[in-house]
């Protein structure tokens, strides 16, 4: 084993986004001796092989976890239930399995009755990614000083030990997290802000007054990251509001509550409530800004994307 | 006059972001023989002398319109009626007087009352701008390929033409709007996504099993353009909302409607509906990108925004 690797064979199951900026990142790096990927179409597994994404592709899930000591699912939240029960009798004694659900409590759910005796599963969510998707958008810095949490309760501490190792190498900042909390934490900084973007792009193409070139046209201030937000795959978001529904619901019934707050006062014209609340949030911004999370470089609402200015 | 010369003397009242930004490239540019500014405070005035967004400035609005053959209103939109009251008396004959509000009913009916014979008022919204304020905030690009809408009902039309000539110098888009359609669509494509921003980012500060340090730490994700959004200036939001509360509560409205339909489908677990709306709005995305406002360059949560990878 060469000095820089720490897995044998890593098995990518799904060759979308996030695996295809693992596997370039991994072969790049040395970190594994081969890097294994299956996609259900051709046409994904053909592009993962000519963007080198993976040494190779198999044409089945089962096939490709065989002889691997790391197996990532990479799949939609709500396929991990299936692809786990058809590659549990093909895992490899002592293998580790993981996967990069955005969602955990329902995954180790799905997950969990599959897994055989010998076999360590530790569940996990790289918080990267963009609003694109499929195996063309995937790049190997994608994780840089991203989040990579585990929710490890349980977990053989050999295995969470090396597979933070890998994330590491991939650039992540490793932390652990319980699996209820993960998915609340998520819920208010990531799902229920999908799904009011959603809302909104929804409700601007459904009004009938506001034409849709004008949407486009002057979509250039707030408006616009909305839209960039909404372009985020269909079938991944599905399944992380599905499988995520207590949190999600919990957090959208206080933002309602906010909102009718907020809506109330600008009725009655209650200037110092707004000006006190958008006071408020503008001190979160530079919370964020302080842990290097975002820079101050504004947005300037054009593209390409703020940072050519 | 010079070639480039558009107008002799330009006025600044107010010398926040967007002045600044017009000062920069106007004196940069030439087109106007001289830029004056007035801001209430004495430590913006030298600010705005120190970058060299004027060339000079007075203590009072009334001391900075005398002589100036274009005026242009950058204060907030709650300001703009006590400033023209102000400078009414001292405004040359044959001046133009013009604004940058981002409602445009309200301050037509704030600022036309005060408007004398022989003045010409040409409301207007240059749709630019970034999440900073202040007179340290302007840049002399930030109009380029931005909107800059006139709403010229009955506005002498010489008037606005040389106005259009200015702003094209700027590097803007010109074109015309109704102003109460132009508050529809700016309560569709900012004020209300403002507002539902400002919101979420409350929500997520107020919530005590979520604590401040999470929420900042993994804010990577959809969160993080949010609190861009909710880190605007306070003053000039609030007065944006109490301006153009009819159009932006219709479009709330609509809004709560749509959520509550998609809460709904989460509930019940419609993944179908889900599935068919979030393909709906990535769709308008792609107009977007194809209008140029926007690139298919993805934001990589990450800073310096997007544009470094």
Same mark, same amino acid.
């Given at each position: ?14 060759? =979308? ?34 963007? =080198? ?114 994330? @590491? ?97 600008? @009725? ?37 994307? =703020?940072?050519?200015?």
């Amino acid at each position: 084993m060469g000095e820089r690797m720490i897995y044998e064979r890593i098995a990518l199951i799904g060759l =979308g986004h996030i695996a295809g900026s693992i596997g370039l990142r991994v072969r790049a790096d040395g970190t594994a001796g081969e890097v294994v990927g299956h996609a259900r179409t051709q046409a994904t597994r053909e592009v993962a092989v000519a963007r =080198g994404l993976v040494d190779r592709t198999c044409a089945t899930a089962a096939e490709a976890v065989a002889g691997a000591d790391l197996v990532i699912l990479c799949v939609p939240v709500g396929a991990m239930a299936d692809v786990a029960a058809e590659i549990a009798p093909h895992l490899a004694p002592g293998a580790t399995v993981t996967d990069v659900g955005s969602v955990k409590r329902a995954v180790i759910e799905a997950v969990t009755p599959h897994i055989p005796e010998g076999v360590h599963f530790v569940p996990s969510h790289p918080m990267a990614g963009t609003e694109q998707s499929g195996p063309e958008s995937g790049f190997p810095t994608l994780f840089e000083n991203r989040w990579f949490l585990m929710t490890a309760e349980g977990a053989d501490a050999d295995a969470v030990e090396r597979l933070g190792r890998l994330w @590491r190498s991939l650039g992540a900042n490793v932390d652990t997290m319980d699996a209820d909390h993960h998915d609340l934490v998520l819920a208010v900084v990531s799902h229920a802000p999908h799904l009011i973007a959603y809302t909104m792009v929804g409700v601007a193409d459904d009004l009938r007054r506001v034409t849709e070139s004008e949407i486009v046209q002057y979509s250039a201030t707030g408006f616009r990251d909305f839209t960039r937000i909404a372009a985020s795959d269909p079938t991944m978001w599905r399944d992380i509001f599905l499988n995520n529904k207590e949190a999600t619901l919990e957090i959208l019934g206080r933002f309602t509550e906010e909102l009718f707050a907020l809506q109330r006062a600008i @009725r009655t014209g209650d200037g110092a409530l707004l000006h006190d609340y958008f006071t408020r949030t503008r001190a979160i911004r530079r919370g964020i800004i302080e842990a290097g999370q975002d820079t101050a470089a504004p947005d300037f609402g054009r593209g390409p994307k =703020g940072g050519d200015a």
